[in-house]
Structure formats: C-alpha cells, structure tokens
C-alpha cells in the first residue's frame, strides 16, 4: 500500500491562475480531508469528503475554493483565480471511516503564488 | 469555540531529561483526543490516542477532565524525539460532523 498519494509535490503559480491539487487516498479508504499550513501556523481544517460527497465544507473559503472526491479517481482540491495569500503547504489525510479513526496524512502540495 | 492551546511553541530538552509537552482544550461533551507527530523530512503520523491508552515509542498521554489538559510525557527524552508534535482533540459541530481540531504544534529539541 503506497500510501496516501498527493501531487505535485510543489506548485508554482501566478496571480490569477487556477491551481489543482490531488489527493489518492489510500487502498479502501473512502474519506478525505484536507488541510491547510500557513507560515509560522498549525494546521487548519478545509474540508472533509466522503465519495461524491462533500461531509463537512466548514474550514473552506466561501470563494475560489472547491474540492472533490469523484467516484473514480483522485481528490481534487481547486483553487481559482489564487492570490498571494494562498500560499501555503496543503496536506492530505484519509481514514478508513469517519473521524475517530486514524488519519494518514500524505507529504503535502506546497503552492507559491507569485 | 472548541480550541486548543499547545502553549510552548518550542520545547528543548536534554538527552535523557523528562519532557512533558502541554496541551490544553476547550470541548463540550466527551473528548476524543489525539497527539500527531511529525519528524524531520516525514509525514504527519499518529502517535497515540487517548481511548487506547498505550505508550508508543515511550510516550503517554492523560486525559485530565478537571483541567481539560492532554499532556504528553516521556520520562527519558531521545534524540530521535525531536520532532513537530500536534495535539488534536476531535470535535463534533450542531451537525454532528466530527473534526479534529488541531494545536499550533510544539517543536520539541532533543539535545545531546
């Protein structure tokens, strides 16, 4: 089991572009978290998905931010329009079953906007 | 608001000196509380949960509802401790959906 899967390692944008990131969760996990770390700050809850459903979108940015977790496929978390302030190290986690359960975390995507 | 207070920010110890990294919390109800851990160039991973009440790699951690405090304790710090430790009770929201909310995290420093 590879283990919790996130690309790209680093992302590099400009203001203004779209940025996707991707999560594969690990073999027969079916719930997704994602998290951001600001500079000098701890981790911040964004949102909590279940396959093809959205659980718990609290922790996210009423604007430019979505996230998805498809049938099929990865994870998805898009950024639209990023702006300096996003700048920040986005981690991954997925668990077997809902929180309580143990969460195995994925290296992280760290997106630069210049 | 739920929260949680991981008051020092950086904790050093020396090598086989005790060390107790602190954490606080504010939740209504019955806790579900976590420590995560992280070392130098590796994933964030689990490191012990209170229900279970076991010592990994030497550490515990008790859960004191009098003080809503969650410390984690090793008697004999090593050097391969040092590491981002992160306290995380779970919470559960009107909607009952359950988080983790996470402490700004204690660097701890195990110096030879």
Redesign the interface.
Known sequence: NA??MQNPRHLVRRRGQEARLRCSPMKGHSHV?W?RQLPE?????MV?LQKENI??E??MPKERFSAEFPKEGPSILRIQQVVRGDSAAY?C?SSPA???E??????GTQLSVL | AQRVTQPEKLLSVFKGAPVELKCNYSYSGSP?LFW?VQYSRQ????LL?HISRESIKGFTADLNKGETSFHLKKPFAQEEDSAMY?CAP?SV?A?N?????????TSLAVNP
Request: aromatic fraction near 22%; glycine fraction near 20%; avoid cysteine.
């Open positions: 283990g919790v978290y998290y700050e701890g981790l911040k809850f909590y659980i718990d609290s922790g981690f986690a809902g929180v309580g143990k969460l195995f975390f994925g290296s | 579900e995560y994933r964030l991973q689990l949960r992160y779970q929201n909607g959906n359950r988080k983790l909310i996470w402490g700004l995290g």
